[in-house]
């Protein structure tokens, strides 16, 4: 039999207003069948890896498998009946009968599996059954098959008891059994033996909760409440307060599945990191890819009840031969399945972002394990060779050009590790888009075409060419983009550098140099990214716009083609199927823009893990130690409480440009949101009142204003929200550059780039658009209600409790999301740190064989971040939950209050269908208005930790005081040091207690003492690195605390012990400011014997790499002379030299010694490790214990019993 002879539709698709009955329970059947059938495939694919247990079968066990069992042999029989008698069951119901057959096979061989392994109940069941009682019921209530009640009503009750059985806990302890080791074949593991285990861990209450509180994420409720308490006590929540992670998101489960995967690419001729994300994660995917599918059907249930709701208000129910309880039925079906679709798109965003998180973590781990073997960054990678797999098969295929990695070394793996990973967080929510927007464009364009017929193609042919201009602007942006992330990494470099050397820095006054330097890099940087985001801007407006223009086209060929009037109910549902289609349309440049900055990350990413290595060596395994999350790293970061403060606000406005450049922004949004409504309530005034042509034109006109509007504001938005982000970066870098070393001493790296990589990234990308879409989903709101108002003002008694509620419910989540997002800033500092340390340190880690500690210590910072950013994500769905049911009160209300008031004719169809239309809209907007409102005060966190480094970070002194010193003071180098006392910072002890020294003019002056005695305190000082406790330092008779630092440093001429290297030119190095000739530049190469080896590498304007790669430490330090005799040209008062010799060979030494003594005829202050040195020195300096014990000619200390003596001695010289 065809299919058109079993479910006759001959008649059509359509029976009536309604699908074919038959079609849909065929269609519902199979669906519950594939989802089983399918979903047990894949779960089966991962679980057979698992090893099996030897645990007891529980009573509730054996109870769910009996379910099965009887289930199937119940279908089975109901086909088997219908292929011998149509009498007592129907082809149809056979047809059902079987894939329910299928489906109990399938999904009760998928549970002996779980059970022999010991596998802790699976989610995906519990749904399923669930899922397959509605259809059940849905079956029996359909009245054409309902003639063989024994096998629908058996099937229903044993749905009913399965779903019963899984509700109850099964007793099963869960597994313990861990997945299968980590591929360690030809030595090329990537973590090493470390991540085999993982240990027992405490539950999350996630892991112990039922599944009505799973689905209302009721175990998050705690945390809210003790967030809601602590805040009214202006506390806030503590690393402690957040619950562990799950046994499913442990780092080690990610990194192991990643590297897994990983491995056997690197197997393959063409190692392919998509490849191995791809395998190593489509469960997570597909899992939330049904939830997604179901959620789409159920969308379209609102504008089909749209439309049987405006006819029966039109034919006032009676007159259209619909009795008033079907009105009403309409109304609770549009209530039910606004109230499904809530449930299905929390729980889909929760999978998305956890899957997300869980790849990002993978990705660092990776990272990080590679950057431990990784060859030196400084070795460049020439494009036309690609970097060999570790491990390769002969082949003769010549393997495709792979995108290389810039040597960018620190500043770009702490780009890889804070920007690209995360680029693959945002990713995954909206993963399924690809296949969810086609599907829900396809199933618009059907039922517009019941609606309006062929009008429908003219919207086509304008979403076509939009579509066109879209992929366009997309590649464009993608290749500025790329360009973008380079220029970033430049960026971070020179930063990274600035922070290792900043002392240096100060020393030498460099400061605003280097400030200039960053903020040429900075512009470079800005530059790209606003080319990015105006193309960004255009791939918006193509899409956001383009529902307007398409339902201008569609009405336009409907009223102008066909010659038909618009009326109330095929506008309203046309223009709901609109806004439908604009999620879809809307969506596509978000997801590209997604996609295009997950495939530059992933490139760069996946060049970095096929750069070479390091020979590997044997490394004796250490002892196995459970992963704990380090709660106390993130409390070393200073975390406000409370609401982000008004002044942050201010800030923020007046690096935006202030009043005008916001007020500017605001009219945009202003015009361009009232052009929408606006076009929106002359639809209705249109269609009410006969829908012909002459309305068209003035449609048309609100569409244009629309599209100039969206223009204005979107370009607004992005220039205003540029100037912010530059102008509060360039404050931070000033901060920075002029604040106190005791700052620096006592605040990690780590959490300063995350100032200048995190919340920086935030400033630029994240922050203008969420406050953008902050102002414009407010207005959305309201507009809303005052449509809803329109029907009847009787609403005004429902809608005071219902924005009563969402504003308590608002004010309770929104210190838990705060405080979660503060932790979660925070816990990101000490990976940063870690990760900085490591890095800087490979060298060492490597000799000492420690790398498995490093990757213990750095997953379990890590740990700590995720489980801060996991609850942060679940309570953007806790609240959007609640608040999705409170538009669904307000979506029915409408609706029976529309149904009521027709029966009087007091309401038009026209102004109902507007009202149903925007009340459909509010589930979704206050949803939006929450999490814009919740992204708003989170992100502007960001803007707070950064200016907290404008505003609270100590500053040095003045950097200049006019008229405090003669001109060209010092000119003769006398120093006299007066009972002087320091300490770093108050509270610490006393470091230099009560020195006093002479130091003449022209005097070479030596200071030795043991570690720790104070010598180099002293130096410090000498250049007001750190302020005295008390006594005085005089240079030239001038007291030096009356003077400017770049007065007091510039003067000085300094060598340090390790010489300060920034990558740039040897010409930036030796002259940051630009202010010397090059014959003064070569000379003083010339003079350091550096000449020859700057003129083989290509002269002045050669490049020095990171760190000074390409120059041996010897060549680096006679560098740092060139530096001192370019300063001794314009003054040669003083010459300080901090241990300069103390890594250097003989050879070199002799060579700085001997030019010391040939071209600096100035008093010379040393500190020396070598007392040979010191011999021919007019006077030493013996300290100890911060105090001067002797000061004398080295003659006259070595003639007697003395501390000098005895370092001489230890020190081999001939006494």
């Known amino acids: 039999m065809s299919t058109v002879e079993l479910c006759n539709l001959e008649d059509g698709l359509f029976a009536g207003q309604g699908f074919n009955d038959c079609v849909v329970h065929i269609i519902l059947q199979a669906a519950v069948a594939g989802l089983a059938i399918v979903g047990v495939l894949v779960g089966l ?67 002996q599996q779980e059970v022999h392994r010991s596998l802790s109940e699976s989610m995906g069941l519990k749904l399923w059954w669930v899922l397959a009682t509605v259809a059940q019921v849905l079956a029996i209530y359909d009245q054409k098959i309902s003639a063989a009640w024994a096998f629908k009503g058996a099937e229903l009750l044993l749905c009913l008891s399965a779903t019963a059985a899984y509700l109850v806990p099964s007793g099963r302890s869960g597994s313990t059994a861990e997945p299968p080791l980590l591929a360690e074949e030809n030595g090329i593991s990537m973590v090493g033996r470390w991540a085999r285990t993982l240990s027992a861990r405490e539950a ?167 950057a431990l073997r990784v060859l030196p960054w400084a070795t460049p990678q020439p494009e036309e060779a690609p ?77 076509i060419l939009f579509t066109i201009l879209s992929s366009t602007v997309a590649g464009k942006a993608r290749k500025i983009q790329a360009e973008a992330m380079k220029a970033k990494d430049e960026r971070l470099k020179m930063e990274v550098e600035l922070l290792k050397i900043v002392k240096i820095i100060k020393f030498y006054a460099w400061e605003l140099a280097i400030e200039d330097k960053v903020k040429e890099l900075r512009n470079k940087e800005l530059a790209l990214q606003l080319r990015y985001k105006l193309w960004n801007v255009a791939l918006f407006l193509s899409f956001s716009l383009s529902p307007v223009l398409v339902a201008l086209g569609t009405f336009a060929s409907y009223t102008l083609v066909q010659k038909r009037n618009l009326d109330a109910a095929t506008a309203f549902t046309a223009l709901s199927l609109f806004n439908i289609l604009s999620f879809p349309l809307g969506a596509m440049p978000m997801m590209a823009r997604f996609f295009m900055e997950a495939a530059v990350a992933k490139d760069r990413i996946e060049a970095f893990l096929l750069s070479p290595e390091e020979e590997k060596k044997e490394v004796k395994e250490a002892p196995k130690k459970e992963v704990k999350p380090v709660k106390a790293a993130a409390t070393q970061e200073e975390r406000r409480s409370g609401a982000v403060s008004w002044q942050v606000y201010l800030a923020y406005v007046k690096a935006c440009g202030g009043v005008p450049a916001v007020g500017a922004f605001l009219l945009a949004v202003a015009v361009s949101e009232g052009s929408r409504n606006f076009s929106d309530g002359w639809l209705a005034h249109w269609s009410g009142s006969g829908g012909a042509s002459d309305g068209l034109a003035i449609y048309a006109l609100a569409a244009l204003i629309c599209l100039v509007t969206g223009v204005a504001y979107s370009t607004t938005r992005v220039l205003v929200g540029q100037r912010g982000s530059r102008v509060l ?59 809803c108002m329109m029907v009847g003002w009787y609403l005004i008694f429902l809608m005071v409790p219902m924005f009563f509620l969402y504003a308590k419910l608002a004010k309770r989540y929104l210190p838990a999301t705060r405080d979660l997002r503060r932790l979660d800033a925070a816990a990101r500092s000490p990976i940063f740190s870690h990760f900085s340390e490591s890095m800087h340190g490979v060298s060492t880690i490597r000799a000492m064989q420690q790398q498995e500690r490093c990757m213990h210590t750095n997953t379990a910072r890590l740990e700590s971040q995720m489980e801060a950013y996991y609850l942060s994500n679940t309570a953007a769905r806790w609240l959007s939950l609640r608040l999705q049911f409170n538009g669904t009160i307000l979506v029915g209300a409408v609706c029976i209050l529309g149904i009521y008031l027709s029966t009087n004719k007091q309401v038009s169809a026209g102004v109902m269908g507007l009202a149903i239309t925007y009340a459909l809209r509010l589930t979704d907007t206050l949803n939006q208005v929450n999490r814009e409102s919740a992204d708003r005060e989170t992100q502007m966190v960001s803007v707070e930790r950064v200016q907290n480094y404008v505003t609270n970070v100590k500053q040095e002194a003045a950097l200049r005081i006019p008229h405090a010193v003669p001109p060209k003071w010092p000119d003769h180098g006398n120093v006299t040091v007066d009972n002087v006392m320091m300490r770093y910072r108050e509270g610490l002890p006393i470091v230099l207690n009560g020195i006093s020294l002479n130091i003449k003019e022209r005097e070479r002056v030596g200071i030795v003492g043991r570690t720790g005695c104070g010598k180099s305190s002293f130096l410090s000082t000498l250049l007001r690195l750190v302020e005295l406790e008390a006594g005085h330092i005089t240079m030239d008779g001038v007291d030096i605390s009356n003077v400017g630092l770049h007065d007091l440093r510039e003067t000085v001429a300094m060598i340090p012990q390790d010489p300060a290297i920034l990558t740039g030119s040897v010409r930036f190095n030796l002259d940051p400011f630009g202010a010397k000739t090059d014959e003064e530049l070569w000379e003083a190469l010339e003079k350091a014997q550096l000449k020859p080896r700057v003129d083989s590498a290509g002269g002045l304007d050669s490049k020095v790499e990171e760190g000074g790669g390409n120059f041996s430490v010897g060549e680096l330090q006679l560098l740092c002379l060139s530096r001192a005799l370019l300063r001794r040209q314009e003054s040669g008062g003083l010459l300080l030299l901090d241990e300069a010799t ?67 001695k230890e020190g081999g010289v001939a006494v």
């Open 387 to 463: 970097p060999e797999p570790q491990t390769r098969r002969c082949c003769k295929k010549t393997p495709k050009k792979r995108p290389t990695l810039p040597t960018g070394g620190m500043g770009q793996m702490t780009n890889i590790i804070s920007a690209d990973t995360d680029k693959f967080t945002f990713l995954m929510p909206y993963f399924n888009l690809i296949w969810s927007c086609p599907l829900q464009i396809v199933i618009c364009f059907f039922m517009l075409f019941k609606y309006v017929s062929f009008s429908l193609f003219a919207g086509v042919v304008v979403m």
């Open 729 to 787: 970066h360039e404050n931070c870098l000033h901060a920075l550059l002029r604040a106190h070393m005791s700052f620096f001493d006592l605040t990690p790296n780590g959490q300063i780039l995350n100032r200048l990589a995190e919340d920086t990234n935030i400033l630029d990308y994240n922050l203008p658009q969420t406050m953008s879409a902050n102002i414009i989903w407010f207005w959305r709101a309201a507009s809303i209600v005052v449509v």
């Open 204 to 370: 999350s209450p996630e892991e112990q909760v039922g599944i009505l509180g799973w689905l209302a994420f009721t175990w998050f409720t705690p945390i809210v409440d003790l967030a809601f308490e602590r805040d009214k006590e202006n506390g806030k929540l503590e690393p402690t307060d957040v619950y562990p992670l799950t046994r499913k998101n442990v780092a080690q489960r990610q990194l192991e599945r990643l590297d897994r995967q990983w491995q056997v690419e690197l197997r393959k001729p063409q190692p392919a990191l998509l490849s191995a994300m791809t395998r190593g994660f489509f469960a997570e995917v597909f899992s939330t890819a049904w939830v997604k599918l179901i959620n789409d059907v159920l969308h379209f249930v609102g504008p089909f009840l749209l439309n049987r709701i405006i006819n029966f208000v039109k034919g006032t129910g009676e007159e259209a031969g619909e009795p008033l309880w079907m009105g009403y039925a309409y109304a609770v079906g549009m209530v039910l399945s606004s109230g499904a679709q809530a449930f299905l798109m929390a729980h889909y965003f929760q999978g998305g972002y956890q899957t997300g998180m869980r790849l990002r973590t993978g990705l660092i781990l990776m990272a990080y394990s590679k």
């Open 1142 to 1208: 103390s890594a250097l060979d003989a050879e070199t030494d002799q060579t700085i010694q001997k030019v010391i003594r040939s071209d600096f005829n100035c008093t010379i202050i040393t500190i020396a490790h070598r007392i040979q040195t010191l011999l021919d020195y007019d006077k030493v300096a013996v300290f100890e214990s911060g105090k001067v014990v002797e000061f004398d000619s080295p003659q006259e200390l070595l003639k007697r019993p003395s501390k000098f003596q005895a370092l001489a």
């Open 45 to 111: 694919v991962i679980i057979r890896q698992l090893p099996r247990s030897r645990q007891p079968i529980t009573l509730v066990d054996r109870m769910r498998s009996a379910s099965c069992a009887l289930l199937f042999l119940v279908s089975l029989a109901e086909f088997v009946v219908s292929l011998t008698t149509t009498q007592v069951v129907s082809e149809t119901q056979g047809i059902g009968g079987a894939c329910i057959a299928a489906a109990a096979v399938a999904v009760g061989f998928y549970h």
